[in-house]
T-cell receptor, first 109, second 112 residues
Framework: ELKVEQNPLFLSMQEGKNYTIYCNYSTTSDRLYWYRQDPGKSLESLFVLLSNGAVKQEGRLMASLDTKARLSTLHITAAVHDLSATYFCGETSGSRLTFGEGTQLTVNP | DVKVTQSSRYLVKRTGEKVFLECVQDMDHENMFWYRQDPGLGLRLIYFSYDVKMKEKGDIPEGYSVSREKKERFSLILESASTNQTSMYLC???????????FGPGTRLTVL
């Protein structure tokens, strides 16, 4: 059974600070996905990590994948209020995605 | 850009009614999915489909059925709606080597 664990589940941070969200997953999959969800909205794809050592960056967000450790990280640099959302990671088995519980990020002024 | 649309953003139904939730994607994706999302329970897969007229149970299929008569359309059916099916329903589609899933806007269903 696939199992994806994110931590922390809740994160409150100040603007301008850095932080990392961790995603541990259970299989030997070499693909990992990150999504963002704003309150009341649907999920938006952020990153698709396709191989060990993959690193992708978009603005203040950077995602990386370590398949040996079965760990992906989402690093937030100099947070701004607009990054407040829930972030999900997901691992794949065939075409199915299994998602973590989500990390609810609040960036305070 | 991939576009996934869902027939309603908000829906209110009564217990015992038959409910149809429609999802349409415009990118010729093979795979389509239905999830429900509830506070504290995350996203749970109800059903998915790899091809027309093909369906597979997800993690919580009880009380639901699906239909995929055309490649672009995947319907979720609640045969007899119950209050515990009040939830946000999300449809997604994917294809290709990356299998990146693209989500529709969601339908917030309330069963009274």
């Amino acid at each position: 059974e696939l199992k994806v664990e994110q931590n922390p589940l809740f994160l409150s941070m100040q603007e301008g600070k850095n932080y990392t969200i961790y995603c541990n997953y259970s299989t030997t999959s070499d693909r990992l996905y990150w999504y963002r969800q704003d309150p009341g909205k649907s999920l938006e794809s952020l990153f698709v990590l396709l191989s060990n050592g993959a690193v992708k960056q978009e603005g203040r967000l950077m995602a990386s994948l370590d398949t040996k450790a079965r760990l992906s990280t989402l690093h937030i640099t100099a947070a701004v209020h607009d990054l407040s959302a829930t972030y999900f990671c997901g691992e794949t088995s065939g075409s199915r995605l299994t998602f973590g519980e989500g990390t609810q990020l609040t960036v305070n002024p | 850009d991939v576009k996934v649309t869902q027939s309603s953003r908000y829906l209110v139904k009564r217990t015992g009614e038959k409910v149809f939730l429609e999802c349409v994607q415009d990118m010729d994706h093979e795979n389509m999915f239905w999830y429900r999302q509830d506070p504290g329970l995350g996203l749970r897969l109800i059903y998915f489909s790899y091809d027309v007229k093909m369906k597979e149970k997800g993690d919580i299929p009880e009380g639901y059925s699906v239909s995929r008569e055309k490649k672009e359309r995947f319907s979720l059916i609640l045969e007899s709606a119950s209050t515990n099916q009040t939830s946000m329903y999300l449809c997604a589609s994917s294809s290709g080597a990356y299998n990146e899933q693209f989500f529709g806007p969601g339908t917030r269903l309330t069963v009274l």
